[in-house]
């Protein structure tokens, strides 16, 4: 157990529909006071809270942890095609078998595909063995440190079977696996608790992918193995043939090494060649264990016993070096096998003999008659009512040794599909609009192998969900969950980083990292990786799929589970999420980190948690669900989730505020250029404005580019086709609130960055139809531009510019300009800032307009609109004639027929006036 948690900071998200701007709960906390969100979310969580169970999942992942899923291997294939497909049958989906039933009209299905082009090489271990064979009298305490004797790789082989029967009593696979869900009166599950069961976990010691010293079906006492003198070489440096190592640097050193057994500082791919130049035929490191692995907590290092699961040589060179008769064995060490392994080699006067036994084969993954089935994928489709061809998918990879990565996000999935196909069979919930397809398979190529035979059904899939590394403990591994957003601004404009507990934060008090630059907040990457090089090939326009997970997220806390936390971080990539990214698809990742026990031998089922999955599984179906029942026939739920997404805006923008506040002390106190750090802050702010008012947008139109597309196979991502005219004008009243969102915000950064305190005020004379603008607090010489017209803000191609002063040496503003003949009583001005700086800002005289409000109106047609100004709504009611009668205070003046652009708009610029209608014509 660690001895302290880790406490994050969370990313506070505008998740209401009344405007209050809601957050993650802190652990232990109580969610967010009155964040309730739209009725279909917290409906779906209510229905999803009540038939989720988390202990149902705890045995399934029970089941899945029993061996290492090797890609295309026995284990991974039995658990895709027999497990989770029995599974899904009993819950009652129709048997396809192996045919493709994604276009079948007569219910909901399962059906495991094969890709039998793939032709790349399955590792597949059965059996593996480190042991210290010869060592001093008196170092038992040492050697017991340093050996390991397992068989857990692989269930449907006898050599499992065998050893585990004489451990366990076991005589099948579903014995084991009664065995290891084994619970006592209490519920409570005996071989989880008391530590049989991560035994299994020491299968990661043996490398990924190394060499075989005796082929598979050999009996565990019937192994030769292979024996060597152990020798502690410190680093290999240089490249092959002239590699060296730190401790054995010369020829006649070297010499001594033939046929020995290598501990090394260095990868074991690198080591993996030195030992071909010197004739090793072992290899052993702890050098993939990264410092998240073993933390460093109250001065104390944890999980000493951890070793890395990572790969070796890799399958292509470990059989080239069988079949030449030198294979070596590769073996990944805890830091204290190292360390005691070090102190038995320096101590001894004699050799120290260590034995390495590892029993497997390697063959190619589609050769049927070594067993290659190819890559197989499973699936499963609960059939959308009205929208059967349009789909939202959620996925889960299989391959992997570990428990949390990702035996979490198979068992999780597997609960969510077969627990919602009973629900909608029982009528707890309603029959999703759309098509939901669960998909298991290799990670980071079941996308591809189902965009291969599905080429017509991505051209209609509408988002992903990825669910990997979704059960952990957070307590045990410090791994919360982690929303990973689909890329939005946060992925490359200089956020933080996470640290672990007890070092130093990672930017100073002037936001400066270690680096130089300045670093914004709160969104964290985390330590498995940074964002920084996201591809351009991928997805990155503004949508709504992160603030949709987000809110439902809340829900979750709000309504299910008060102590889940949750924290977001920008897109990383690693998981299949990037492969439909890469297809143009919104795609979202649910995760754990900064996970100790990631890719380890530590990664055992005592690390996971039922709980977690439960809310994790509730998060995600809830998601998907929302996002299934937008359509043009149900427009309310679309409008609910633009304002979602609106909300979750102008939460962003105060975060924002924050970081130019930020900025500016970064800039003082670091001797930087002020005009250069602005124009780098309305950068990021403008990405923001723009990404958001896409995101608003993003559940109507959605036009996008895919790799080697033509117009016939490009995606379509939307998920209205015909959205009504009443909807249109909505989006685009939030579409022009985002616009003043940033309008603010690059009025508040020019604030912010000026030498004084800026501020202006216009005044328009009526009488002499001219307007005087004084300021003060500018960079000097900045320059001005004027700009008059209504509605909201205004581009180049529609106004006129009117004036271009500057600011005075002392930063002084003062000058008039006469209005246009046609602009008439009761307009207002704009003022933008622009000139050396290369920006704009949009201000609006004082008290001119209430809000402005853009509607597009037919003529001749009748319609009743709705729109929301200030928290107000307001109604529009047309007849014939094109007549508009507002019917609560308030005038309604039209500036263009056609595509009218109307403004809402004070009469004597204190309060609206009685209603009055108005013709257009």
């Known amino acids: 157990m660690l001895k302290r948690k880790i406490t994050a900071v969370l990313l506070c998200v505008a998740l209401t529909a ?54 295309g291997g026995t284990w991974q294939n039995r658990i895709i095609e027999d497990f989770v497909h029995r599974q899904l049958l009993s819950a009652g989906y129709k048997d396809a078998g192996t045919t493709d039933a994604s276009g079948s009209a007569d219910g909901d299905y399962a059906w495991t595909m094969y890709d039998t082009s793939v032709s790349s090489n399955v590792w597949a271990p059965e059996y593996a063995k480190l042991e210290v064979v010869q060592a001093p009298a008196g ?18 082989t006898e050599t499992y079977i065998d050893y585990y029967d004489n451990l366990y009593g076991v005589k099948s696979i579903d014995d084991m696996w009664a065995w290891i869900t084994k619970k006592d009166e209490n519920g409570n599950r005996i071989n989880v608790l008391n530590g049989e069961e991560a035994k299994l976990g020491k299968r990661t010691h043996l490398a990924w992918q190394t060499c075989f010293t005796d082929p598979a079906g050999t009996k565990p006492q019937d192994a030769q193995g292979l024996t060597g003198r152990a020798f502690y070489v410190g680093t290999i440096s240089g490249s092959s043939p002239n590699q060296r190592s730190s401790r054995y ?99 001894a006067e004699t050799p120290v003999l260590v034995k390495s036994v590892s029993v ?10 070594q067993g290659g089935k190819g890559q197989a994928v499973g699936i499963a489709e609960i059939k959308g009512a009205s929208k059967p061809d349009e789909r939202i998918l959620i996925c889960a990879h299989v391959q992997e040794p570990g428990c949390n990565d ?82 939005d601004p946060s992925v490359a404009n200089g956020y933080t980083l996470d640290r672990l507990p007890g070092q130093a934060p990672y930017y100073d008090s002037t936001y400066k990292n270690a680096s130089g630059s300045f670093v914004r907040l709160p969104d964290s990457d985390t330590l498995w990786g940074s964002s920084g090089a996201v591809s351009q090939n991928y997805f990155r326009t503004g949508h709504f799929l992160n603030d949709l997970y987000m809110a439902v997220t809340q829900e979750v806390i709000d309504s299910v589970d008060d102590g889940f936390r949750v924290e977001v971080c920008p897109y990383e990539g690693g998981s299949d999420h990037s492969t439909f990214l890469g297809y143009k698809i919104p795609a979202l990742l649910t995760w754990h980190f900064t996970d100790y026990t990631y890719h380890s031998s530590v990664d055992t089922l005592a690390m996971a948690s039922a709980r977690e999955m439960r809310n994790v599984d509730i998060v995600t179906f809830a998601t998907a669900y929302t996002a299934a029942n937008v359509t043009d026939e149900k427009p309310d739920n679309g409008a609910s989730l633009m304002d979602v997404v609106y909300r979750a805006a102008e939460a962003r923008f105060a975060l924002e505020r924050e970081n130019t506040a930020h900025h500016r002390i970064y800039a003082d106190a670091n001797g930087k250029s002020l005009a250069t750090e602005l124009t780098n802050e309305l950068r990021v702010l403008r990405e923001w404005g723009a990404w958001y008012e896409q995101a608003v947008k993003s559940l109507s ?33 939030y579409a022009a609130r985002v616009r003043a969102l940033t309008d603010e915000a690059v009025e508040n950064a020019y604030a912010a960055f000026a030498t004084g305190t800026p501020g202006f005020s216009i005044k328009p004379d009526k009488a002499t139809r001219t307007v005087a603008v004084t300021g003060s607090g500018y960079a000097p010489n900045q320059v ?38 046609d602009w008439v009583a009761g307009d207002y001005y704009h003022v933008s800032l622009s000139g050396a700086l290369a ?16 509607l597009y109106l037919r003529l001749g047609e009748a319609y009743q609109l709705q729109f929301n100004v200030d928290g107000e709504y307001y109604t529009l009611d047309s007849s014939n004639k094109g007549v508009v009668t507002i019917t609560s205070d308030g005038v309604i003046t039209p500036r263009r027929l056609g595509n009218a652009v109307i403004g809402l708009k004070s009469t004597d610029g204190s309060g609206l006036v009685s209603a009055i209608t108005v013709t257009v014509s």
Do not use: C
């Open 784 to 821: 001005f531009k004027l700009y008059g017209g209504y509605g909201a803000a205004p581009s180049a191609a529609e106004y006129d510019v009117f004036a271009t002063p500057s600011a005075d040496a002392s930063g002084n503003l003062s000058f008039t300009f006469a209005s246009p003949a």
């Open 139 to 156: 170092s038992e305490a040492l050697v017991g440190k340093i050996n390991v004797e397992t068989a857990s790789f692989n269930p449907t």
């Open 360 to 369: 497997g084969r390697i063959y190619p993954m589609n050769d049927a008659a």
């Open 18 to 71: 009344g405007g209050g701007i809601g957050s993650f709960a802190q652990e232990g906390g109580g969610g967010s006071a009155g964040s309730g969100v739209s009725a279909p979310i917290s409906q779906a969580v209510k229905a999803l809270g009540e038939n989720i169970d988390g202990e149902n999942a705890f045995d399934y992942l029970s089941f899945v942890f029993m061996g290492w899923r090797t890609t």
């Open 406 to 487: 990702n035996a979490t996000g198979v068992a999780a999935m597997l609960e969510m599909a077969v627990r919602v196909k009973k629900m909608i069979d029982e009528g707890k919930i309603a029959r999703p609009e759309r098509t939901i397809t669960f998909l298991w398979g290799d990670e980071m190529n079941m996308g591809t192998v189902w965009n291969k035979f599905h080429g017509t059904e991505i051209k209609k899939l509408k988002l992903a969900l990825d669910m990997d590394m979704v059960g952990e403990d957070p307590s045990k591994t410090g791994g919360v969950m982690r929303i990973e957003k689909t890329p």
């Open 701 to 733: 139109s959605y036009p996008l580019s895919y790799p080697n597309s033509t117009p016939a196979n490009t995606p379509n991502v939307a998920l209205l086709n015909a959205p009504s005219e009443e909807y249109l004008l909505l989006e685009e009243e």
């Open 249 to 347: 640097p010369t020829a006649a050193d070297e010499a001594q090494l033939a046929g020995g057994v290598l501990v090394s500082d260095s990868s074991l791919s690198s080591t993996f060649t030195y030992a071909q130049k010197v004739g090793a035929v072992a290899v052993m490191s702890a050098n993939s264990l990264n410092d998240y692995n073993t933390p460093v907590i109250d001065g104390e290092m944890q999980f000493m016993d951890s070793a890395r699961y990572a790969s070796g040589t890799g399958t292509n060179r470990a059989l080239a070096a069988m079949t030449a008769g030198k294979p070596i064995v590769e073996w990944q060490l805890s830091r204290n096998q190292k360390a005691a392994l070090i102190e038995l080699i320096n101590g």
């Open 839 to 854: 920006s704009e800002r949009i201000l609006m005289s004082q008290a001119r307009i209430v809000s402005p409000v853009r």
